[in-house]
Structure formats: structure tokens, C-alpha cells
């Protein structure tokens, strides 16, 4: 699934086939990131089991379009805000020795 907020989820996809379609999809692509955010989960299938977070496995009870779609939309927004969180500490890195109180020295 693709993103309009520049976010790419694939699922069971060989690293070569995602090279290639990150290849397609950058003529369109605006104010690239030099560094991408990535996140790997696993997905596992069981009619049986209860739905959700199972340490880093998602656990669905079918192969329904929509539970992916779910799974992918809740990972993009996750990396973008993953994204945004690291800028924002870059910044406040940035300007920190400008915020905090100057040293005074102590004369007698």
C-alpha cells in the first residue's frame, strides 16, 4: 500500500521485488528523506487465535483484504511518526546550548 504522506507498506515482498518498485516510484517522489524510516513485523494467520499484538507478530484471523489494510495503516502512520520524532529531537539537539541558562562564574 502507498502512502500519500510518502509512506510504502508491502507485505511478503523479496528485498529485490522492493527494489525495484521504490525504483518506480521515484520519478514521483517530492523532498526525499536521506535516510528512510523502517519498520519489519510479522504477520501470522490464525482462525483460532485472538487478534492482535503478540510481541513483534501480528496474529489475524484470516487473510481478509481489510485486517491487512488495517495492519498497513497502522504501520505507515508508526514510521512516519517514528520519522517526525526523530527530526524534532534532531532540532531540539540543535538548539538546546542555545535554550539553556549561560554559566556565571563565581567571584569572590
Same mark, same amino acid.
Given at each position: 500500500?502507498?502512502?500519500?504522506?510518502?509512506?510504502?507498506?508491502?507485505?511478503?515482498?523479496?528485498?529485490?521485488?522492493?527494489?525495484?518498485?521504490?525504483?518506480?516510484?521515484?520519478?514521483?517522489?517530492?523532498?526525499?528523506?536521506?535516510?528512510?524510516?523502517?519498520?519489519?513485523?510479522?504477520? *501470522?494467520?490464525?482462525?483460532?487465535?485472538?487478534?492482535?499484538?503478540?510481541?513483534? *507478530?501480528?496474529?489475524?484471523?484470516?487473510?481478509?483484504?481489510?485486517?491487512?489494510?488495517?495492519?498497513?495503516?497502522?504501520?505507515?502512520?508508526? *514510521?512516519?511518526?517514528?520519522?517526525?520524532?526523530?527530526? /524534532?529531537?534532531?532540532?531540539?539537539?540543535? /538548539?538546546?546550548?542555545?535554550?539553556?541558562?549561560?554559566?556565571?562564574?563565581?567571584?569572590?
Amino acid at each position: 500500500m502507498i502512502f500519500r504522506y510518502g509512506s510504502v507498506v508491502l507485505f511478503n515482498v523479496a528485498p529485490l521485488e522492493e527494489g525495484d518498485l521504490l525504483r518506480q516510484l521515484q520519478p514521483f517522489v517530492q523532498q526525499s528523506y536521506s535516510k528512510p524510516e523502517i519498520e519489519l513485523l510479522s504477520v *501470522t494467520i490464525n482462525q483460532g487465535a485472538s487478534e492482535g499484538m503478540e510481541g513483534d *507478530t501480528v496474529l489475524l484471523k484470516d487473510y481478509a483484504i481489510e485486517r491487512f489494510q488495517l495492519v498497513a495503516d497502522i504501520l505507515s502512520k508508526s *514510521t512516519v511518526l517514528a520519522m517526525y520524532e526523530a527530526m /524534532i529531537k534532531h532540532s531540539f539537539d540543535l /538548539i538546546e546550548p542555545f535554550a539553556s541558562p549561560p554559566l556565571t562564574a563565581n567571584f569572590p
